[in-house]
């Protein structure tokens, strides 16, 4: 697979994921988010600006996630990624509406859409596991120009 059709079996087939970022102590802070879209640029999801997630986004630039799809272990595949964030601003927040229409039942209206930002993880390196095949099929990946950390 290429590191687009990794990103966009996140975003179509997985979409909520599991996030871990950094507080200010340094200690890890875990959360279930939704991956909006993905391109061969990266991956894009959305907060709001007054959340303790968009503080530790601006903070530190960076996340990990991971996430899974199947019904048990031994059909399930995972792929998780690590790396640079940077926040983009409301300008694509109709572009993600559209592709997730079901934002418009949590964010009704124009006014409460005023608090959402988009975020954009434009460099990293990601690991993906097929438990369904045998052999177990696994597979690094980088972009952005995120150098590969494999051993």
């Not at 939704?34 to 007054?50: H, S």
């Not at 272990?73 to 792929?79: E, G, N």
Request: aromatic residues 12%; proline residues 3%; hydrophobic residues 35%.
């Amino acid at each position: 697979m290429t590191v687009k059709e990794y990103l966009e079996y996140i975003v179509q087939q997985i979409h909520s994921v599991v996030v871990a970022t950094v507080d200010e102590d340094g200690l890890p802070v875990a959360c279930v988010i939704d991956m909006m879209y993905a391109d061969e640029n990266g991956l894009y999801f959305l907060t709001a600006k007054g959340k303790s997630f968009y503080r530790r986004l601006k903070d530190k630039g960076f996340l990990a996630l991971s996430g899974k799809n199947g019904e048990d272990t031994m059909s399930c595949t995972a792929v998780s990624v690590r790396g640079k964030v940077r926040e983009t601003g409301a300008d694509m927040l109709p572009f993600l509406f559209e592709k997730n229409p079901y934002m418009y039942e949590i964010y009704p209206s124009e006014d409460s859409r005023k608090a959402l930002t988009v975020f954009h993880l434009f460099e990293g390196s990601g690991e993906w596991f097929d438990l369904s095949k045998k052999p177990i099929e696994r597979d690094t990946f980088t972009f952005g120009g995120a150098e590969s950390n494999t051993s």
